[in-house]
Structures are given as structure tokens and as C-alpha cells.
DNA sequence: AGAAACGTTGCCGCTACGTCAAGGTCAAGC
DNA sequence: GCTTGACCTTGACGTAGCGGCAACGTTTCT
């Protein structure tokens, strides 16, 4: 048989066969006057048993090791690596697959936001607590998606936690409101404008202590691997007169809870 | 922050983010006088996207569209067909899981034959019809073998049954031995041996007629995809006198049953 | 004699980066 | 000032299992 006609049989490409014999896992079988392989049946059934355990899921080396290591011994093995391989495989799909069933859940309810896939819990918390057309608030929400996927899990839920009840009290809810348009306001403003010192006040008697415990946990982190660097960039982040207003905000929560970790 | 920095902060590596770079997925940030990069919040943010959507499975390049086609109407899209490539995944892994324990099973009871895995039904008849230390035996397992993983089902099926039966039959079976023995002798015989044309005969009784029908159906096959030619290649398999036996019996098969399509 | 359908070798491409290699930059300690 | 070590830079190769193409020879059919 030539390649083709064997490749036809066995079910294979001639490329796959050639690349078989290029690995060294089927020895090159002897050649016609012109050049052409010849195949006989021997070739057929180590093609076969080449084919049987690709699809099997093995690696062209593990087929050769199997293959070279006499008669078997080595195989089952080799299963069951690969037994546990796939099993860790189908674990993972299977995790991927229920955050995805559970995106597509948000998805068809219009409750996924804009910046894509969070966790759970921060996915919770954007149901309540949509941005209302602030862009402070966005930029909030923003930060949270950050912060929700580098920060560790502990703390995470440490501030998932507090924010909760600030989105479930009405009261406070209207009020940050009010505090996003003001922050809002400052887009453009001096650093000097008596309004960042106010705003910052009240923002500080609006936000939860935990905050900043976790912001100066952050900082010097040397229980988690988090560890991040984001305080500069954090400030950085806003307008000049808005970041003044947030530091005025963290000096006030730090007179307040005694932290003092956290004066950039 | 630097690109180490920024790196750790995330959970990437800076390798990866200099990829993304490259794919175009995140653009390149300002640099520093001395050429390294400068990265802030907005990259950071940027990047945690990139890391949840690929942790979720997506490509880069599925990636680089979510993000670009403003604001996530692709997104669901995208999502469904990652979901639907994962379920298709995931059933892969459960077929091959199972076809891995079953042959793990076989394993442990010694059953697995030395030619590596078989398909269910084969492997069935392997168990009660073991080679007896004939070399004939042995071949004649090889070429079922390969018959399995290239001829198409329904002859497939067709075959097995009626070995059953033969390897059901005790006074059959103990034949076959002998026949087998038989054949081994004629490995270094003369095709003018008389033993040759007496065992083609006696082989042609006790072979089910299937045996030539699904040889035939294999030869011109037109309607599966199978098509194979190993005809010659089969023959060629054996010693002359051997080869010259089976010939006889092919003879003698298609005298019987009337099928003429096989006649090498 | 020309076209169709084979065969040959060889090299590039694919994913999502890891891993050198060969340097330039910067802060700290001697 | 010099070294050391931890950063950074670009660039290129390697990965698994082939697919696809190029450039060319062989066989066979018409």
C-alpha cells in the first residue's frame, strides 16, 4: 500500500503518518524504487494501535513509551495519569462552565454590567447599587471590579459586607448619591475649592470604617499575596481636586478609627 | 507603577501583559524617561477584565473583540458559544473517561491483551479466547484488531457475533486450536506442501460464511467509509504456504456461499 | 501529450505564553 | 566609585499535533 491508501484505512492523514515516522513512533517502512513508502499490514496495525490511544486522549510520547516498553506493563499506568488528568480537566470545565451559566443567567436579567464578569458577591451588590449616571460613581464601580479581583478573598467579603448594609439603607443610599454629584462637581475644580474639604468630611461620616482597615491592610499586606502597590495609583486616578477631596476623606477615617497605616 | 508592579498587583505575569501589549488587547502605556513603562489604575482595571474574561476560557482574540465592540452586547454572544465548545468538551472528556475506566477495569483483571485497547466487543471476545501460545492465534488477534478500528460498525458487529458463537462452542473452539497449530507448522513449509490445500479445506468449515461476506463488503465497499484495500496487504501478512492456505479457504468460501468478489 | 491524482521533502503557522539571552537602569551597601 | 541584586528592555526560540503550502517528481487515465 502507499500512504494514502494506508492512511484511507486506518482513518488517518498522510501528514498524521508522516509525522508519526518523523517522531520516531512508527519506523519509516521501506520505500519503493521511486521514492514512494510501501506499507503492509504490520504498519496498519501499529497505526491502529497509534490511533486507538491518541483518541484516547495520550501524548505522541506517551504512545511511544508505550509503545517501546515492552508489551504493556507501563500502560495501565500510564491510564491512570491520564485518568487524573482528565479528571482535573473536567473539573475545571466544570467550574468555568457554572460561572458561565450564571453570567448568562445576569445576562438575559440586563444585570451584567458593562465592564464584564465579577464575582458573586460584587455581582450581588451591582444589582442594588447601579451607577446613577455618575461618573464618580462609575469610576466606584470600577474600582470595585479591581479591587474584587485582586484583593483577597477575606477582605474582600470584609467590604462586600459593609457595603451591603450602606446599599440597603435608603437613607444613606440617597445620600451617597448626593455625595457622587458633589464629587462630580469637583471634576474640574481647584484643589483650593473650599468644597473638596467638605466633601471629604462628609464622605468619611458616610463611609464604613472597615474601608480604610482593609485599604491600610492592602498597603502593607504581609499575610497575603496580594500585597498591591495601588495606593499612588488609586489617588492618581481621580481629577486633582477630587483625589484631594478623597485624601481629606481617609485623613478624617483615620483620626476616627486610629489607623494610621494608609497618608499617602 | 512599574510593569513588575502591576503585575503582581493583577496576578499576571509580565510576560503575559507584554503579550497583550503585542496582541493589541491592552495598547502600550506612557514610558518612562528611561524607556520602562509607566502603568496606573486605568491599566490595572483594564487587565483584571482581561484576566476574569480569560480565566473564563475565552481566546485572546475573543477577548480583544468583547473588548472593543463597545460595551458588552457581544458579550452574551460570545459567552453562548463558549459554552456550547465547553459542554462539547466536557462530553469528551466523559467518553474517554469511561472508555478509560472500563479499560482500567480490564486492566486490573489481567484482561488488557498486549496490543493496547480494544473496543468493547472485541475486548469481550478477547476474554474467552485467548491465544494458546500459537503464533498463528496471535496474528489472527492483531488483524481482529485492526479490523476493529477500520471496518465500519454494522460489519464490525456482524463479525463479532458470529465468533461468539464460534468461541461459545466448546468442540468448535477446541478445532480452531488445532487448525491453528496447523497453520503454525506451514510457517516454513513449501506452497506445494500437501498440508496446505488440506488445511485451507478443513479451515473453510469451520469459518462462518459472515467471515467472507464481510470481506467482500470490505473489498469494494461503496457505501461506507471505510474502502479499505488491505486485500493484498492481508495475505501478504502470512508465510507463502500459510498465505496459500487461506487462499483455499477462500476458494472453497466462495464456491459455498456463492460470493466471487473476493479472489485475490 | 496533457491533466488529474498521487507521492516526496521542507518550512511556516496555530495558542498563550515560558524561558533564556544580552543587555540597560536604579537603589543600596562597601 | 564600585559592586551587587533586583528590576527593566527587546528579541527569539520552544511548546502539541498536526494543517497547509511550495516546489517538484511519478503514475495513470484519456
Redesign the interface.
Known sequence: ?RIG?IA????LTTRAIRHYHHLGLLPEPARRPNGYRE????E??ML??V???T???LGLEEVRD?LADD??RE??EV??E??DD??Q??AD??A??A???E??RM??EGL?P?????SPGLAELFGRFRPAGSAAAAKDL??L??F???ADPVQRDRIYLALRRLADDPELATKMGELYARMDDLAHASVDDPRVEALGTDLAAVVPDDLLAVLAHEGRGDSAP?????GD??L??FAPAQAAAVRQMLKVLSARTGWAGWTP
Open positions: 500500500m491508501e484511507a484505512a486506518v482513518g506499507y503492509g499490514l504490520r496498519a496495525i491502529a494501535r490511533k486507538r490511544l483518541e484516547l486522549g508505550v508489551e504493556g500502560l495501565a491510564l491512570g491520564l485518568d482528565l479528571a480537566q473536567e470545565i466544570r468555568r462552565r460561572r458561565l451559566a453570567l448568562l445576562s438575559r451584567l458593562g465592564d464584564g464578569p465579577v470600577e474600582h471590579a479591581l474584587d479581583a485582586t496580594s500585597k498591591t502597590a495601588f495609583a488609586f492618581d486616578d
